[in-house]
């Protein structure tokens, strides 16, 4: 038996009314298991490869803190068991200050520039 603790979303945007975001498949690949062996994939987290997401919903993405990034999770997600599901914001404004345990490379900053803008604005 499994047990799941669900709870509210961290929010990471800055503005909530103006997003771009699409589902997208999400694999385990360079995610380091936590003390409990969860595999957990934190909001904020850039994402990408080398295919197009937004031209191909077959494509499953992985971390991609470097030029690849096609854009950020909008939530935590568990990829413990292997692929899930998850919602990448491709346009929009995110809070850096409200993203937890990640860091943005300039590489995939570049990468997002024009489509996701980051700021740092005060933590809620």
Do not use: C
């Amino acid at each position: 038996m499994s047990i799941r603790t669900f709870g509210s979303q961290n929010q990471i945007l800055a503005n909530v009314e103006n997003k771009v975001a699409y589902p997208v498949t999400v694999n385990a690949t360079g995610v380091t298991a936590d003390s409990h062996g969860r595999k957990i994939i934190p909001a904020g987290t850039p994402i990408g490869g080398a295919k197009n997401a937004l031209q191909d919903d077959t494509v499953v993405l992985s971390v991609a803190n470097d030029a690849t990034a096609q854009g950020v999770l909008e939530h935590d997600i568990d990829v413990t068991a292997g692929e899930s599901a998850g919602t990448m914001i491709v346009w929009g404004w995110v809070n850096e200050y409200r993203m937890k345990n990640v860091t943005v490379s300039d590489e995939a900053k570049t990468a997002l520039n024009g489509k996701v803008t980051f700021i740092k604005r005060n933590d809620m």
